[in-house]
């Protein structure tokens, strides 16, 4: 698997418009691409946040940064944002879960 974050830097007044508009820009779209496995957005009350996206292979990863999802958050989120967003690249060696459904 292949795991890449993206810290961000938002306004704390912002916050919470950010993590909606985050889901609908991001997260929706990232669900219908191929190689998803999952994401998640962790957010601390100073206005920082993380993104961390899980994708099978890093051509799916690359694939969806194709997409020019980067260049819109920049664009999008510009306003909003303290300085801009750094990203890094992870390889994911270890992973568990637990299946809370059963």
């Known amino acids: 698997m292949y795991t890449a974050t993206m810290r961000y830097y938002f306004k704390v007044e912002n916050m919470v418009e950010c993590i909606e508009k985050w889901e609908e820009d991001v997260l929706e779209v990232a ?9 998640q957005f ?9 993104a961390i996206g899980t994708w099978d292979e890093k051509k799916y990863a690359e694939a969806f940064m194709k997409t020019g999802i980067f260049k819109k958050i920049l664009e999008d989120f510009a306003p909003f944002m303290t300085k801009e967003p750094s990203p890094e690249i992870w390889t994911t060696v270890l992973y568990s879960e637990i299946d809370i459904d059963e």
């Open 31 to 39: 669900e219908e691409q191929e190689g998803f496995i999952r994401m």
């Open 42 to 50: 962790l957010a601390k009350k100073d206005g920082e946040a993380m």
